[in-house]
């Protein structure tokens, strides 16, 4: 499916949604889901409660859209991890559009999983390490998805973690991951490396095809873990963590055969940053 049309798709469909939620929200003096804490909402990229609806469905639908698009069986019983689920933006909206998978949940931030285990009694999640392996079963899922981790993790870590999605997800199953790449970088939301010049960062990426940016207050933040305020902010980060900017050319070279094909690269489809790297278990 090309990216023009699935950011169409996508955007019209995003488009109908939130006018609906505006309509009940003008209509009614509640909203009718879980809401995060604030503090939670803003550490995983929403800056309000009408942010954290509105980006959930932007990331949330091109990734529903590219696996109903390869078939997987989202209105049935299957399996489904969510990788890194933060506070819940797309597993609000999955588990509403499509409530019949069983759906799991980790992430590496111990208060992320407080609030999902709190707010979505039905969904199985734990508080997961910053390196493999995942406390599942082999071939257990028919499919994973994760927003915005592999745009964060050090290129080294990357393959690791494949391998170990490969190991969770059942053969012929999808593993839908989003990464950050010429897009993003045009738009300035990359790696601050490039910030000022973008069109010169994106010559430069297609040279080298990834570059790695650790944040400057990581090592900071990490020592001060045990302070309520200061430590939260990278809880649960043991190792190197920041920005990771990819072209496709270094996807399909470097993460094919850690256990799955690489089927497509959706480009710039998630929240008009993020590309989709669409995998399929071998």
Known sequence: MPASELSLI????AKKLVS?????????PFVDFAV????????????????YYQSGLRTYLP?????EHEGVRLRSSINVLDFGCGVGRQLLHFCREYPCPAYFACDVQPRHLEFIQRAYPHVTAYTSGFAPPLAYDANHFDM???VSVFSHLH????VPWLRELSRVVRPGGYAFLTIE???????????KVWH????????????????????????WHKAHEDDKFAGAKYGGITGSYGNTVMTPAYVRKHWSGAGFDVKSIVEGVIDRRQDVVVLRKI
Not at 10 to 13: A, H, I, M, V, Y
Not at 181 to 191: L, N
């Open 20 to 28: 609906g939620f505006q309509l009940a929200i003008g209509k009614s």
């Open 144 to 146: 994973v998805y994760s």
């Open 196 to 219: 000022e010049k973008p069109d010169e960062g994106v010559a430069v990426l297609d040279r080298d095809g990834v570059r790695f940016a650790e944040y400057d207050d990581l090592e």
């Open 36 to 51: 995060p804490p604030y503090d939670l909402m803003r550490r995983t990229s929403a800056k309000s409660l009408w942010d």
């Open 155 to 158: 290129p080294d870590d990357h």
């Open 10 to 13: 996508t955007r019209f469909l």
């Open 181 to 191: 790449g010429a897009t993003a970088m045009r738009r300035r939301m990359a790696t």
């Open 63 to 67: 990734i529903a859209v590219l696996a």
